[in-house]
């Protein structure tokens, strides 16, 4: 059993920037790799971004890349968004999700466990 818990969302102007936090519990963290997702009311979750097991391979979605940018730091079992410049469009709950040794999933159905989200807000 995987225990994720995200934290850092918050309100900010559009423009701002936002770091995200997962931190990981029940499994080898470095044996992971890590996803985030958000969904927006009324819309399905969608795919952000990715960082691979082995640490060194992020993947992004178009609509992010070049704004976001995924980290981890294994030794604290945790890992990062860095959301900038931001937009009101980027509104929603964002997740982390956890899959086993995977090498870039990008769809709902391809992780294992699931945090419980938290809310990002970006004001216009």
């Known amino acids: 059993q995987v225990q994720l818990v995200e934290s850092g969302g918050g309100l900010v102007q559009a423009g701002g920037s936002l770091r995200l936090s997962c931190a990981a519990s029940?499994?080898?963290?470095?044996?992971?790799?890590m996803g985030w997702f958000r969904q927006a009311p009324g819309k399905e979750r969608e795919f952000v971004g990715a960082i691979m097991w082995t640490g060194g391979t992020t993947g992004y979605s178009d609509s992010v890349k070049g704004r976001f940018t995924i980290s981890r730091d294994n030794a604290k079992n945790t890992a990062y968004l860095q959301m900038n410049s931001l937009k009101p469009e980027d509104t929603a709950v964002y997740y982390c999700a956890s899959k086993e040794r995977t090498w870039y999933p990008n769809r709902v159905a391809d992780y294992d466990y699931w945090g419980q989200g938290t809310q990002v807000t970006v004001s216009s």
């Open positions: 029940g499994r080898t963290f470095s044996e992971s790799t």
